[in-house]
Every structure is written in C-alpha cells, then in structure tokens.
C-alpha cells in the first residue's frame, strides 16, 4: 500500500518567505508526527497530531513555525519569515494511533529538504 | 525520556552478521526499546522493538538484557544495502514522540 508522502521533496527559498510543506500520511491512520533533521544529527520531534488536534507542540522552535491538520488527514507545516538556519529536511510519520490503547510504529515519508538562501 | 549511548560507527563484512550494541541504562519500566535505520536520503525506517523479550522479525532480531539496561540489534546476514545510519531509540509509552540521538553509521563491506 501507498506510504507517507511528502511534497515538494526539494524546496529552495529566500530568507524571510513563508513555506508551507505538506503530508499525507498512510490512510487511516489518525496519528501524524513532524520531525526536523539537520545536517549530520538525528531527526528532533517537533509536533504530534492525534485526529486535528496537535497533542504536544513541545518541539516546535519558536512561534514562525505553525502546524495544522484540519480534517485529520493531510498536515501542512508552515514556516513564516524563512531564516538560513530553518534549512533542514523536514520528516513527516504516521502511525495508526498514538497513545494511550498503546504504542504504534511510527512509518516516515521521504522528507522535503528545505534550502533557506 | 532516557538516553541511549550507541557506537558512532561499525564495519562489517558482507554475509556476516551485524551486531549493533546500545546502552539504555536509566531506562525506566514502561519504556520501549525502538530501532530505526536511515539509508541516505531517506526517511527513517522501522525496524523492530520491544519491551522485555527478545524479539525477532523478518529483517533483524533484538536482544534486551535481562536488567534491561543494554540491547544489541542484530541483522543475521548483512548485505551492501543495510549500509545506514542504525539508530536506537527508549520510547515512553504514554508519549508520541520518538527522541534521536546520533546513531550508529554501520559500514557493510565487500
């Protein structure tokens, strides 16, 4: 069956923009979790979304970063006023739950690498 | 969440098996142990996990102490393409969020 997908893969932009990436998580899947993976380091939790709701934005770096899943599907992360240091590839998983009932394995889309000029 | 020591990188004969080691001694009771292997530019992908007991599956098997505090990751018949960053992951059970060190870069040779 079809996996997480991402678009764009590649995006290139100027400091200052705004960007938005997008997910579509593994269908039926009610989790979905973004990630930030820098040169070199390990990818860093930024959100999770159980259904619509964003059940810990603990990671999310400071308030230029925002994310939504309005019908609990497709997610979209949007960056506003790009800085140099926002690239990164951005890692978009799902998993069929998250918490609670018990632990789900999270599957990962490819990434969209994001170059911030 | 507790922290995991990995190797920062390993080497290992094609054909041979690959024994991936990972200290987690401060984990706690309702932690998990998650392995995830990145191949270059790609997503993260799931390999195996578990609780107490070892596990085996279909690309690799994981051996969990008996205290619990250390594992090793073992892909019985390494081939070129499980050249990748190996990483090993405590997860809580009550939380989303998978926490990444820096991984074991395991080089599979000819």
């Known amino acids: 069956g079809a996996g997480v997908s991402q678009t764009p893969s590649n995006k290139v932009t100027e400091k200052g923009k705004y960007v938005e990436l997008r997910c579509d998580p593994i269908s039926g899947h009610t989790a979905l979790y973004w990630y930030r993976q820098s040169l070199g380091q390990g990818p860093e939790f930024l959100i999770y979304?159980?259904?619509?709701?964003?059940?810990?934005d603990s990671g999310l770096p400071n308030d230029r970063f925002f994310a939504v899943r309005p019908e609990g599907s497709v997610s979209t992360l949007k960056i506003q006023r790009t800085e140099r240091g926002d690239s990164a590839v951005y890692l978009c998983?799902?998993?069929?739950?998250?918490?609670?009932?018990?632990?789900?394995?999270?599957?990962f889309g490819p990434g969209t690498r994001l170059l911030v000029l | 969440d507790a922290k995991t020591t990995q190797p920062t990188s390993m080497d290992c004969a094609e054909g041979r098996a690959a024994n991936l080691p990972c200290n987690h001694s401060?984990?706690?009771?309702?932690?998990?142990v998650y392995w995830y292997r990145q191949i270059h530019s790609q997503g993260p992908q799931y390999i195996i996990h578990?609780?107490?007991n070892n596990e085996t599956n279909e690309m690799a098997s994981l051996i969990i102490t008996e205290d619990r505090k250390s594992s090793t990751l073992i892909l019985p018949h390494a081939t070129l393409r499980d050249t990748a960053v190996y990483y090993c992951?405590?997860?809580?059970?009550?939380?989303?969020?998978?926490?990444f060190g820096q991984g074991t870069t395991l080089q599979v040779k000819p």
């Open positions: 401060t984990i706690s009771g309702n932690e998990y």
């Open positions: 998983a799902s998993s069929s739950q998250g918490t609670g009932t018990g632990l789900s394995t999270q599957y």
């Open positions: 578990g609780l107490k």
């Open positions: 992951i405590v997860r809580v059970s009550n939380t989303g969020k998978l926490i």
């Open positions: 979304f159980q259904g619509t709701g964003a059940a810990d």
